[in-house]
T-cell receptor, first 116, second 113 residues
């Protein structure tokens, strides 16, 4: 079975401070993992993806995530938050084989607020 | 290059009615997936279409059905609407079935009253 747990429903940071959004996953197979961002009234945009290559993945807008198999984690980080980063973030897992190949499993989301 | 497009943007329906939502995939993509995102939740997988057939289905009742056309566009139909069907419906396309990266459209906001 595949599932994702986002450990924080809300995260608030000040502009210019680091961002950490936490995600743990469960997967029957070696997974591919993603982070998507959703701004109000907009569709989902892919931030970054892990697909069995380098465990430290760099994405758009200065975000990165590290795949840690031993901890079944895929936390999203950014060194310095910007006001434009305020949005909903989703951690997503998909198995790399099996009957649900290609189906995305979403976490419940983390709302990031950035204070000036 | 147009991304994934969906229509309509917003829709208001009454309980018991039927609704059809439409999706055009990104150019070069032949697989379409549909997701339902209730308020405050992450998207939930409804089903996936490839080669005009439903290939996978999530835990949704038969009231939810779909179709894929030869040009790869897709429709999502929901019959006998319930208040709980109110949600944002997202369409995603990918280059072929089983690939990981899916591109999402802006969604259709359905309100059932």
């Amino acid at each position: 079975a595949q599932s994702v747990t986002q450990l924080d429903s809300h995260v608030s940071v000040s502009e210019g401070t680091p961002v950490l959004l936490r995600c743990n996953y469960s997967s029957s197979y070696s997974p591919s993992l993603f982070w998507y961002v959703q701004h109000p009234n907009k569709g989902l945009q892919l931030l970054l993806k892990y697909t069995s290559a380098a465990t430290l993945v760099k994405g758009i807008n200065g975000f990165e995530a590290e795949f840690k198999k031993s901890e079944t984690s895929f936390h999203l980080t950014k060194p310095s938050a910007h006001m434009s980063d305020a949005a909903e973030y989703f951690c997503v897992v998909t198995p790399d084989r099996g009957s649900t190949l290609g189906r995305l499993y979403f976490g419940r989301g983390t709302q990031l607020t950035v204070w000036p | 290059d147009a991304g994934v497009t969906q229509s309509p943007t917003h829709l208001i329906k009454t309980r018991g009615q039927q609704v059809t939502l439409r999706c055009s995939p990104k150019s070069g993509h032949d697989t379409v997936s549909w997701y339902q995102q209730a308020l405050g939740q992450g998207p939930q997988f409804i089903f996936q279409y490839y080669e005009e057939e439903e290939r996978q289905r999530g835990n949704f009742p038969d009231r939810f059905s779909g179709h894929q056309f030869p040009n790869y566009s897709s429709e999502l139909n929901v019959n006998a609407l319930l208040l709980g069907d109110s949600a944002l419906y997202l369409c995603a396309s990918s280059p072929l079935a089983g690939t990981y990266e899916q591109y999402f459209g802006p969604g259709t906001r359905l309100t059932v009253t």
